[in-house]
């Protein structure tokens, strides 16, 4: 079965009305903040970082804050969420560039979050959406590399094609929803073990349903 873009919106739909409250679930109030919570999301769930990040955001929440920091304080303050010393390195290497390059405001392109240390493009196409209201792509975590492979939208496994060819499966418009959609249908219904597909609202178009179903 070769989907095309009428499918692939059809999909979309029916995931926006079963999942409408889908969103970001990092808390954060400044692209700053956004942009350290993403950070510290890696390997993480949101709800630790979003249990860790309130009372650090409450003392600290400016570039200048966490670029003159000690950086032991730093490291004890984001221990929850795991990989501390590389997350402390990068946080204060970001928040130092961002004080000296660009005025301590998080910059608004792909390219220049990028080239942020700790920044790669899934951190970058959060940010860019969720701070900016500007998605530039797809950022393809866990959950959106698992439901991609097994609709169909892609038969790739690096994070970076798998987002090339669900880019080239919709129109523009569909960037926002499809970076909520995917992942709450992964961590609600398409589970990485034990999938719900008998009430899955896209089993019909679903490739690796089809071929479970018919085996
Ligand atoms: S049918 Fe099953 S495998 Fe396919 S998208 Fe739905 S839950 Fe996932």
């Known amino acids: 079965m070769k989907m095309n873009e009428k499918q692939n919106i059809e999909i979309i739909e029916k995931l926006k009305k079963t999942y409408p409250d889908a969103k970001c679930s990092l808390d954060f109030t400044t692209p700053f903040e956004m942009l350290i919570a993403v950070i510290l999301s890696a390997q993480c769930t949101d709800e630790r970082v979003n249990k860790t990040t309130p009372a650090i955001f409450a003392k600290y929440n400016t570039p200048e804050d ?5 950086l032991s304080l730093l490291e004890s303050l984001i221990h ?15 928040s130092k560039i961002l004080v000296e390059k660009y005025h301590s405001q998080v ?8 080239s942020l240390p700790g920044v790669g493009r ?3 196409n959060v940010v860019m959406l969720e701070a900016f209201n ?5 950022a393809v975590d866990t959950h959106c590399k698992r439901i991609a492979n097994r609709i169909g939208f892609s038969k790739q496994k690096e994070p970076e094609k ?13 960037y926002y929803v499809l970076n909520h959609v995917l992942i709450w ?7 990485a073990r034990n999938p719900k597909c008998t009430t899955c609202p896209i089993s019909n178009y679903c490739q690796e349903y089809q071929k479970t179903s018919k085996a």
């Open 134 to 138: 500007n998605p530039q792509g797809v």
């Open 107 to 114: 910059p608004n392109t792909m390219e220049e979050l990028m």
């Open 66 to 70: 966490f670029a003159n920091m000690d």
């Open 185 to 191: 249908h992964g961590r609600n219904i398409c589970t």
């Open 122 to 124: 899934k951190t970058a």
């Open 162 to 174: 798998i987002e090339q060819d669900i880019l080239k499966a919709f129109p523009k418009k569909y």
């Open 80 to 94: 929850p969420c795991g990989f501390y010393r590389n997350k402390a390195k990068n946080i204060q290497a970001t």
